[in-house]
């Protein structure tokens, strides 16, 4: 697990707002605080809640709720879901499944996210 820490900027339908986001290859999902969701977009009931474990031994994090928010990161427009965590110790974290949708890759030791251009045309049919 490793974690590179980047300037972004969410949009959502209520807001939006520039902040550091951590790109955690450890994490499985994209997750938010509470907080931060509430003020950025409306927050959508999941069918079923998710437990997430944490690096703190026999503790879980559970998310009832989740939302779809776009993000923008060097210039570049990406959206994707983000679970909401009520008691998450970050404002936003950005796990390996949006890295794997937008083709992210960590560079560790310039603790840069390269981002393939090509990803990010929109396209139809």
Same mark, same amino acid.
């Given at each position: 697990m490793a974690i590179i820490e980047k300037e972004i900027e969410l949009v959502g339908s209520k807001g939006r707002k520039k902040i550091k986001g951590l790109f955690d290859s450890g994490a499985t999902y994209s997750c938010i605080s509470r907080e931060l969701a509430k003020e950025l977009e409306v927050l959508i009931p999941l069918a079923e &809640? $998710?437990?997430f474990e944490t #690096?703190? /031994?026999? /503790?879980?994090?559970e998310a009832k709720e989740r939302v779809t928010?776009?993000?923008?990161?060097?210039?570049?427009? +990406?959206?994707?879901?983000f679970?909401?965590? &009520?008691?998450?110790?970050?404002e936003v974290i950005l796990g390996a #499944?949006?890295?794997q949708k937008?083709? +992210? /890759?960590l560079d560790f030791e310039k603790e840069e996210v390269i981002i393939?251009?090509?990803v990010t045309? $929109?396209?139809?049919g």
């Open positions: &809640p $998710l437990r #690096a703190e /031994k026999g /503790k879980e994090l928010l776009d993000f923008h990161l060097n210039g570049y427009r +990406f959206s994707d879901e679970m909401v965590l &009520p008691e998450l110790s970050e #499944a949006t890295m937008w083709r +992210f /890759k393939d251009p090509r045309r $929109l396209r139809f």
